[in-house]
C-alpha cells in the first residue's frame, strides 16, 4: 500500500531534486533493509554517519533519498534520481512524520507511564483493533526516532494509531506529543524509572505529564486516580481516573487471581485478562475506558481482552526441560515492578518451591542501593529461594539475609554458576521468576533451561 509520492514529500521539503511522481511504499533509516520503492532516511550519531551506506540503501530498493545539504551526492546516483535536501535529517524525519500524521488524519492515543505502557498498549490495541483499522508500536519504537518511524509506517486507511512513548528526561515527551499529537492521553503511573536523571518521583510525574501538551479541547487523560502527583491534571483537563480508591471516576473491585489469568469487576462488568496480577487489572483498565471512549460495546471489549496478543519477555509463562513453570519478565524491571511480580508469584498457587531470580535494575542514579533494598520488603514466605545477579542486586539478598535467614539466598557475578544453582530447581513443583532490568539479558539464562 503507497504511503505517499515523491511530489507529496517535495510539497514539504522544497529544496529537491528529480522529477515524476513516484509512489513511496516504505520509509527506512536502515540501508541493509531490502524494500521495494523505499525512502532511505540517513540518520547521524556520535558514531556513525548513515548517509556512507547510500549506496547498499540504494542497491536495497530505495527510490528516494532524504539527505542532509552539506553532505556531498554519492557518485553512483543516477541524475533523475529523487533527493529531498534538509539541514538535519533526524529533524526532518520527525517533520515529515507530523505532516503524515495529519494527512492520514487518525484518532492518536498516546501512552506514557513508568511502567507498564507497553502491556497497556498491546490491551488497547487487542480492544480498539475489534472495531478500527488500528496501527500501532511494535517492539520499542517509542523514542524521537522510533515514535517517527511508527508513524510512517501507518497505512493510509488507519482509523486509529497507538503510540507509546518513553522517555528519559525532561522534553522528550513533549517533542513526541507534538509529532504524535494524541487525542486520548494515558499515563500509566508514576515510578523509579529514570530517577538518575530527572532527580525524584515528582520530576518523574511532571516529564510524563508533557503528554497533555497538544491535547485538543474534547480530548480526555486517563490516569492513575491511585498517584496522587498526577491529581492536579484533573484541574485542567477532561479527566478520567482508574484506580483500586474508592474516589475514582472508575474503581476496580473483586481483584482474583488464578492460574489462567486475573478477573476483576470495572464499571458493572466483570473482566478477564490472560496475564497474572492485580496490576495488570489496572492497565486492563485504561484499555476498556478507551474502548468505552471509542464506543465500542463491552462484549467485544470482553472477548479482546480475552485473546490478547502480548509483546515477549513480559511475564510469558514457560516450560523448563524438567517442567519447572518459568516466568519470564525479563523485558524491563523498576523497583515497582518487580515488587509487583513478586506479589504475583507469591500469590500464585500449586508450587512447593517459589524461586525468585533478581539482575539489578538500572538507571536508578545515587537512590541505586535504598531501591535495591526496599524490593526485599515484599519478599516472604511462600517464597523459597532468592537468588541475586549485577552490581547492585546484592542488596536484595543482603536485606533478605537480615529479614529471613533461614530462607535459602545468594548473590552470583557469574551467569554459569547461577545456572548450576537454578539445577537444584528444576522440577514440576517449582516457580521461577527471572526479573532484571533489560541489559543484564537475563533471557539469555531463560534460553538455556528451556532448551
Not at 522510533?146 to 493510509?156: D, E, Q, V
Not at 542486586?393 to 547461577?418: S, W
Request: some cysteine.
Amino acid at each position: 500500500m503507497m504511503l505517499f509520492t515523491t511530489k507529496w514529500l517535495a510539497s514539504i521539503f522544497t529544496n529537491n531534486r528529480g522529477e515524476g511522481t513516484l509512489p513511496l511504499l516504505e520509509v527506512t533509516t536502515d540501508s541493509r533493509k531490502k524494500c521495494k520503492n523505499s525512502l532511505f532516511v540517513p540518520l547521524v550519531g556520535e558514531k556513525f554517519d548513515a548517509h556512507d551506506y547510500a549506496e547498499q540503501a540504494f542497491e536495497n530498493g530505495a527510490v528516494a533519498f532524504l539527505w542532509n545539504e552539506n553532505n556531498p551526492l554519492p557518485d553512483h546516483l543516477p541524475d533523475h534520481f529523487p533527493v529531498f535536501f534538509v539541514k538535519d535529517t533526524l529533524k526532518a524525519l520527525q517533520e515529515l512524520a507530523w505532516h503524515y500524521r495529519n494527512k492520514v488524519n487518525p484518532i492518536v492515543i498516546g501512552i506514557t507511564g513508568s511502567n507498564g505502557k507497553t502491556t497497556t498498549k498491546d490491551l488497547t490495541t487487542s480492544i480498539v483493533s475489534s472495531s478500527y483499522v488500528t496501527h500501532f508500536t511494535k517492539g520499542n519504537l517509542n523514542n524521537h526516532i522510533g515514535l517517527p518511524l511508527t508513524i510512517l509506517s501507518m497505512p493510509a486507511n488507519t482509523e486509529v494509531l497507538i503510540v507509546e512513548m518513553g522517555m528519559s528526561d525532561f522534553g522528550e515527551i513533549e517533542l513526541l506529543t507534538s509529532i504524535a499529537r494524541p487525542k486520548y492521553a494515558m499515563i500509566t503511573n508514576i515510578g523509579e524509572s529514570h530517577i538518575e536523571y530527572l532527580g525524584s518521583r515528582e520530576g518523574i510525574a511532571k516529564a510524563k505529564k508533557e503528554i497533555v501538551k497538544e491535547l485538543p479541547d474534547d480530548g480526555v487523560v486517563i490516569i492513575d486516580g491511585d498517584e496522587p502527583l498526577l491529581y492536579d491534571l484533573k484541574q485542567s483537563y477532561r479527566t478520567e481516573t482508574c484506580g483500586f480508591n474508592a474516589t475514582n471516576s472508575n474503581v476496580i473491585r473483586k481483584v482474583q487471581i488464578t492460574e489462567k489469568g486475573t478477573q476483576f469487576q470495572f464499571c458493572d462488568e466483570t473482566f478477564h485478562v490472560p496475564l497474572l496480577g492485580e496490576h495488570h487489572a489496572k492497565n486492563a483498565s485504561f484499555a476498556i475506558e478507551i474502548g468505552k471512549l471509542l464506543c465500542i460495546p463491552f462484549d467485544k471489549i470482553k472477548k479482546s481482552l480475552e485473546s490478547l496478543t502480548q509483546t515477549g519477555m513480559r511475564f510469558e509463562l514457560l516450560k523448563g526441560t524438567d517442567g519447572e513453570t518459568i516466568i519470564n519478565d525479563a523485558y524491563n524491571a523498576s523497583p515497582t515492578s518487580m515488587k509487583a511480580a513478586i506479589e504475583v508469584v507469591k500469590q500464585m498457587t500449586g508450587y512447593r518451591e517459589k524461586v525468585l531470580v533478581l539482575g539489578d535494575i538500572l538507571e536508578l542514579g545515587a537512590k541505586s542501593a535504598a531501591f535495591h533494598k526496599s524490593v526485599a520488603e515484599v519478599i516472604e514466605p511462600p517464597i523459597t529461594a532468592v537468588y541475586t545477579y549485577g552490581k547492585n542486586a546484592k542488596f536484595i539478598t543482603d536485606e533478605v539475609q537480615k529479614k529471613h535467614p533461614n530462607m535459602q539466598f545468594k548473590h552470583f557475578t557469574e551467569k554459569e554458576a547461577l545456572l548450576h544453582e537454578l539445577k537444584k530447581h528444576k522440577n514440576e513443583s517449582s516457580l521461577l521468576l527471572f526479573k532484571a532490568s533489560r541489559g543484564l539479558k537475563f533471557e539469555l539464562l531463560i534460553e538455556k533451561l528451556i532448551d
